[in-house]
């Protein structure tokens, strides 16, 4: 909770000196994507698209929002959705949201790590970015230069901008915030970089996904650029298992669909067409949780939890750890329902 607590803090480092960027401006909630959201009750029991997305979180809507350009896309996402939970949309809120009880539907899924940090995971359309500090900030060079991708700076930075006018906002600093922002500089934290969304060493004003009434605008909002009409979401969706197939080739194992329950635990079933995919943007946990239920993984770990092994990977759920000094390791463990885990 102090890191939760301190994450909060830092969201409201803002402001002065404006970079030429163009942000979002202040504005009521938009709820135009509600139009593309059904309860997992009403899809049916057997579906067929050209993308499935497991998750429909803060990487799992606007990537949805991406491919419905072009193609069908079925998102299933195992919370709510944020009206039916409305503390998640403004700031007064979000405490409450992080001390709420879990009760196996409310947005802050509790977790306690292996080694006793107890955190929260998102639990609702929009994800985590419905539950954190909304502090935004660009990644810093050494993450495009350590990973491996090729990235094709142009598309980047139009990405950026896609997510950016949306939902990232600047507003003007409390007494709180400036004391704060003084505070550190006198502390040496320097240089003092004004305001900027680049990931810089210092001290910055940066952006928020909180606009200057205190409304989140979280990733979900993202999901209005979409092509609605080709989109489906289906929210109290639980995926429990991926599907897999290598009947065209015994060698080319390929995701061909996804096994979820609804809210009254209907068994439903969905495909991706020839080409298409499923794509898992459940999250750190989630992604991996649902690879090891599905049978990828680690092949001793998975006979040992009566899991029939589909694809051997001895690297799946393992290395989760979100800083070196810090290390957290999570226990992957079998579950029925994932939201259990
Ligand atoms: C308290 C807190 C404060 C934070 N503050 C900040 C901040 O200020 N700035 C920042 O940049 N980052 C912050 N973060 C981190 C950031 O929010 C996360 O890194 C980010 O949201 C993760 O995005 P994701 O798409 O990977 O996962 P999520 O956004 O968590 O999305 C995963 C989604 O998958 C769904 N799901 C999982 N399993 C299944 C399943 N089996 N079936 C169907 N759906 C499933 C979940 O319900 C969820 O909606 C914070 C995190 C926390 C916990």
Redesign the pocket.
């Known amino acids: 909770m102090a ?2 607590l301190l ?2 803090l ?2 409201y480092i803002l402001h002065p000196q404006l970079e030429a960027v163009a942000l979002a401006t202040s504005s009521d909630h938009d709820f135009s994507y509600m139009k593309s959201v059904h309860s997992a009750t009403d899809l049916p029991l057997e579906d067929v698209y050209d993308y499935i997305i ?7 809507c606007p990537l949805a929002a991406t491919l419905s350009e072009k193609y069908s896309v079925l998102v ?4 709510s959705t944020p009206a039916a939970y409305p503390q998640v949309l403004n700031a007064n809120g979000m405490l409450n949201n ?1 001390l709420q009880e879990d009760d196996g539907k409310t947005p802050a ?1 509790r977790f306690v790590s292996k080694d006793g940090v107890k ?11 419905m ?7 660009r990644a810093d060079d050494q993450f495009y230069n350590e990973s491996g991708v090729d990235w094709d700076k142009d598309m980047v930075e139009k990405a950026y901008q896609w997510v950016e006018d949306t939902i990232v906002f600047s507003y003007n600093l409390s007494t709180f915030q400036s004391i704060l922002r003084k505070g550190l500089l006198q502390a040496g934290v320097g240089p003092d970089n004004g305001f900027t969304l680049q990931h810089l060493v210092g001290t910055k004003t940066s952006g928020s996904t909180f606009d200057d009434q205190g409304r989140r605008h979280g ?1 979900v909002e993202l999901l209005n650029k979409g092509v609605l009409n080709n989109l489906r979401v289906a929210v109290e ?4 298992r991926i599907i897999f197939s290598s009947s065209n080739n015994a060698s080319r194992l390929s995701a061909t669909g996804v096994i ?1 329950k609804d809210s009254k635990g209907r068994t439903h079933r969905a495909f991706v067409k020839d080409k298409g995919e499923v794509i898992l ?4 946990i ?1 992604s991996p ?2 690879l090891l239920l599905s049978g990828v993984g680690p092949v001793a770990h998975l006979s040992s939890l009566h899991i029939p092994v589909v694809y051997s990977n001895p690297d799946v759920g393992n290395f989760i750890a979100d800083n070196p000094r810090n290390n957290i390791n999570i226990v992957a463990v079998r579950v029925s329902d ?1 939201n259990s885990c």
Do not use: C, H, K, M
């Open positions: 890191a939760a994450l909060f830092l969201s497991v998750g429909g979180g803060t990487a799992g299933l996402e195992r919370g992080l899924q955190v929260v995971r998102g639990r609702i359309l929009g994800g985590t970015s539950l954190n500090g909304g502090f935004f900030s990733a969706a639980y995926v429990e979820y943007s459940a999250g750190a989630g949780q649902l994932p």
